[in-house]
């Protein structure tokens, strides 16, 4: 999943998993929907100064979810263990970026919409 959100810095895709983060949000779907979840990251794209906060949270596959990336404890369920090679449990905001990664991933999206 490359994510096309005017929110995205990052975005990680293994298989089938996908990830993005920016200074705000850190997003985890362990199963993404191709053709759902391309439409609502259209839709994002087309929202002024939208923000992963914005996605609508029932396109995301279980054990997935949009955390705040200052979050102290963000619940690594299962899915999102298994999608992304992680062991379940809980990890910081930033600790999940980490392991996002360091992920066995087929792809990995360093880019985003701006100036940078």
Do not use: C
């Not at 906060?53 to 979050?71: E, Q």
């Amino acid at each position: 999943m490359a994510a096309t959100s005017s929110a995205t810095d990052a975005a990680v895709t293994g298989h089938p998993a996908g990830a993005a983060f920016n200074h705000q949000h850190v997003f985890v779907d362990p199963s993404p929907d191709p053709e759902r979840s391309y439409a609502e990251r259209e839709r994002l794209f087309r929202l002024p100064r939208s923000s992963w906060r914005d996605y609508d949270v029932t396109a995301i596959s279980p054990g997935g979810g949009v955390f705040d990336r200052a979050a102290k404890a963000i619940p690594v369920r299962p899915e999102m263990a298994a999608a992304l090679g992680i062991e379940a449990g809980k990890v910081s905001g930033e600790e999940l970026i980490r392991r996002l990664l360091t992920a066995p991933v087929d792809l990995l999206y360093n880019g985003g919409i701006g100036p940078t």
